[in-house]
């Protein structure tokens, strides 16, 4: 199954991703250039230096420039240097029609920066467009003019041939924007048809008081693109927008495939509005939302909202994840209700006087205190509810690490959030005791109550979910109808004797059955309706509607809906 994990979710989406990190990293370049020497001035540099060259930056700067790139080409800082440019220094590269364009800006920073448009990159060509914007600053903002720090957006139309896809990573940058401004740290907008992928990964971002786009803004048309959001550290103020936001819309003809995944998002002095807010406006937005930590949120941790009218449709999985201390409810789907599930997440559920609150999913966990580590450290201690009571089953495969790079699964199950609390070898804590490895059992039961997997070499056992899975799986009324204890095979039961056998049919994953139940949850118990219903639908994304009007001014928006 390695690799697989979310096909059933979402076909082609894993091999998009490969697809797109097969493209990222540097290319060798054609001829290194060091700066000072090169010419007397950067742009100067930039200007005679060949296609696909390297400018390495041996300053610290200041460097008092506005710099325009118009072929490929990698710009970062020398070994040793931290070349700092002065605030209202820009950086403009374009990617021309011709051929495919490589782009890397890495190592630069601006302290303060600029209110808008530091770093703006625009993509040009029916080539492939590979894009690296890694391990930058901006700390700081001076100037009053609203805009983003870094966008990264699609030439605008009519354009002479359709563009190629994007490869694009953000990994590893600071951003840090003071109250007072209406600076955003990123726009990626691409209103042209656009395919490929984006990876928003390690990045830390703080924001105060503003008043315009997200911090992490994403804004789609057409095309099929293929975004992952992972390991990012957010904290914002902003209480009119999210601390990610997903915006799908268009003819109705594109599509994004989204994991957002390991993010920590807090909310402080009055913000954020959403942790992680989606809308389909027109198209299809496929989402992912696991294992993060979003604490404080000024109206919802996940907000997913649309237009079902307008072609706008959304389906996925929101799972796994610490979202607490929200304003109104944790998690709010105002639309797509039958085609987005939440499962299985640690919430506070407070709800407001002037908002009646979501009810939270039968499968969550609803805690006052999910006693975090401290004031600021959101890792959970060890007599949280949220500890080894994550579902495995709806861990993908390939998410093998928290957000401090340690494993996933160190004790029987998973835990809730962004975090995993470490075990170190051979502890008998008992959040730490394993389960026999996989070489020992042959990871099996016999109940398909409790499907077994193997992960990190413990043989682990899949609890039900909620009524849908035991009516399904286990062809059974309730969970507590299954067994209270799961039951590996007889060599490895122990006490409890051998697993009993079962003369129902061998059930399909368990994820068909919870997709396909929840499509009937009025089905008799007594009939399994994975014999009825057949494929999963998580896999299909039914056909956009036909839109029958145009609006005659759409506008841009966030993940709407009070």
């Given at each position: 199954?390695?690799?697989?994990?979310?096909?059933?979710?979402?076909?082609?989406?894993?091999?998009?991703?490969?697809?797109?990190?097969?493209?990222?990293?540097?290319?060798?370049?054609?001829?290194?250039?060091?700066?000072?020497?090169?010419?007397?001035?950067?742009?100067?540099?930039?200007?005679?230096?060949?296609?696909?060259?390297?400018?390495?930056?041996?300053?610290?700067?200041?460097?008092?420039?506005?710099?325009?790139?118009?072929?490929?080409?990698?710009?970062?800082?020398?070994?040793?240097?931290?070349?700092?440019?002065?605030?209202?220094?820009?950086?403009?590269?374009?990617?021309?029609?011709?051929?495919?364009?490589?782009?890397?800006?890495?190592?630069?920073?601006?302290?303060?920066?600029?209110?808008?448009?530091?770093?703006?990159?625009?993509?040009?060509?029916?080539?492939?467009?590979?894009?690296?914007?890694?391990?930058?600053?901006?700390?700081?903002?001076?100037?009053?003019?609203?805009?983003?720090?870094?966008?990264?957006?699609?030439?605008?139309?009519?354009?002479?041939?359709?563009?190629?896809?994007?490869?694009?990573?953000?990994?590893?940058?600071?951003?840090?924007?003071?109250?007072?401004?209406?600076?955003?740290?990123?726009?990626?907008?691409?209103?042209?048809?656009?395919?490929?992928?984006?990876?928003?990964?390690?990045?830390?971002?703080?924001?105060?008081?503003?008043?315009?786009?997200?911090?992490?803004?994403?804004?789609?048309?057409?095309?099929?693109?293929?975004?992952?959001?992972?390991?990012?550290?957010?904290?914002?103020?902003?209480?009119?927008?999210?601390?990610?936001?997903?915006?799908?819309?268009?003819?109705?003809?594109?599509?994004?495939?989204?994991?957002?995944?390991?993010?920590?998002?807090?909310?402080?002095?009055?913000?954020?509005?959403?942790?992680?807010?989606?809308?389909?406006?027109?198209?299809?937005?496929?989402?992912?939302v696991l294992h993060n930590t979003i604490v404080s949120a000024s109206l919802r941790a996940v907000q997913v909202g649309g237009r079902e009218d307008l072609g706008g449709h959304a389906s996925g999985i929101i799972a796994n994840n610490v979202l607490v201390f929200s304003e109104r409810s944790d998690v709010g789907i105002h639309q797509f209700s039958d085609t987005v599930m939440e499962r299985r997440n640690?919430?506070?559920?407070?709800?407001?006087?002037?908002?009646?609150?979501?009810?939270?999913?039968?499968?969550?966990?609803?805690?006052?205190?999910?006693?975090?580590?401290?004031?600021?450290?959101?890792?959970?201690?060890?007599?949280?509810?949220?500890?080894?009571?994550?579902?495995?089953?709806?861990?993908?495969?390939?998410?093998?690490?928290?957000?401090?790079?340690?494993?996933?699964?160190?004790?029987?199950?998973?835990?809730?959030?962004?975090?995993?609390?470490?075990?170190?070898?051979?502890?008998?804590?008992?959040?730490?005791?394993?389960?026999?490895?996989?070489?020992?059992?042959?990871?099996?039961?016999?109940?398909?109550?409790?499907?077994?997997?193997?992960?990190?070499?413990?043989?682990?056992?899949?609890?039900?979910?909620?009524?849908?899975?035991?009516?399904?799986?286990?062809?059974?009324?309730?969970?507590?109808?299954?067994?209270?204890?799961?039951?590996?095979?007889?060599?490895?039961?122990?006490?409890?004797?051998?697993?009993?056998?079962?003369?129902?049919?061998?059930?399909?994953?368990?994820?068909?059955?919870?997709?396909?139940?929840?499509?009937?949850?009025?089905?008799?118990?007594?009939?399994?309706?994975?014999?009825?219903?057949?494929?999963?639908?998580?896999?299909?994304?039914?056909?956009?509607?036909?839109?029958?009007?145009?609006?005659?001014?759409?506008?841009?928006?966030?993940?709407?809906?009070?």
């Open positions: 199954m390695k690799g697989d994990s979310l096909a059933w979710l979402h076909p082609g989406v894993t091999a998009g991703l490969d697809a797109g990190r097969a493209s990222r990293g540097p290319p060798p370049p054609t001829v290194t250039l060091t700066f000072p020497g090169c010419a007397p001035t950067l742009q100067g540099c930039i200007a005679n230096a060949p296609e696909g060259a390297l400018i390495q930056l041996a300053t610290n700067g200041p460097i008092d420039e506005d710099l325009d790139i118009e072929k490929s080409l990698q710009l970062r800082a020398a070994p040793g240097f931290e070349p700092v440019f002065t605030p209202f220094s820009t950086i403009f590269a374009l990617a021309p029609a011709g051929m495919p364009r490589h782009l890397l800006i890495q190592g630069l920073t601006w302290e303060p920066a600029g209110s808008s448009g530091v770093l703006e990159v625009v993509h040009g060509t029916e080539g492939q467009f590979d894009v690296e914007i890694l391990d930058n600053r901006f700390v700081g903002i001076t100037g009053g003019t609203a805009g983003s720090l870094v966008t990264v957006s699609t030439a605008g139309t009519p354009l002479p041939a359709p563009l190629g896809p994007i490869a694009l990573s953000l990994a590893g940058n600071e951003f840090d924007v003071p109250s007072g401004t209406e600076t955003n740290p990123v726009a990626l907008s691409f209103t042209s048809a656009l395919g490929g992928t984006v990876r928003v990964a390690g990045n830390t971002v703080r924001t105060a008081d503003q008043r315009q786009q997200s911090a992490i803004d994403l804004y789609h048309t057409e095309g099929e693109l293929a975004v992952e959001v992972e390991r990012n550290v957010i904290a914002s103020a902003n209480p009119e927008q999210s601390g990610v936001n997903v915006y799908q819309t268009g003819d109705g003809s594109g599509r994004i495939v989204a994991r957002v995944f390991d993010n920590l998002m807090t909310g402080f002095d009055g913000g954020m509005r959403f942790g992680v807010g989606f809308y389909a406006s027109a198209g299809t937005i496929d989402l992912t640690l919430v506070t559920h407070i709800g407001g006087p002037d908002d009646a609150p979501e009810a939270p999913s039968p499968d969550d966990i609803v805690v006052t205190d999910p006693q975090f580590v401290g004031p600021d450290d959101y890792r959970l201690e060890p007599t949280s509810l949220g500890i080894n009571t994550a579902s495995i089953e709806l861990l993908p495969e390939d998410i093998m690490s928290d957000l401090d790079r340690n494993p996933r699964v160190a004790g029987p199950a998973p835990d809730m959030g962004a975090y995993e609390l470490p075990c170190e070898p051979d502890s008998t804590e008992p959040h730490c005791v394993k389960q026999p490895s996989c070489e020992e059992t042959g990871c099996t039961t016999a109940d398909p109550c409790y499907p077994a997997r193997c992960i990190n070499d413990q043989c682990v056992v899949v609890e039900p979910i909620g009524v849908e899975h035991a009516r399904c799986a286990c062809d059974r009324p309730t969970p507590s109808s299954c067994p209270s204890t799961p039951l590996l095979k007889a060599s490895v039961a122990g006490p409890r004797g051998p697993a009993p056998t079962s003369s129902a049919p061998p059930p399909p994953p368990a994820h068909l059955c919870i997709r396909a139940c929840s499509r009937a949850p009025s089905r008799p118990s007594s009939a399994p309706s994975w014999e009825s219903t057949g494929a999963p639908c998580w896999g299909r994304s039914r056909p956009p509607a036909r839109r029958t009007s145009r609006p005659t001014s759409p506008t841009r928006a966030s993940a709407s809906g009070s």
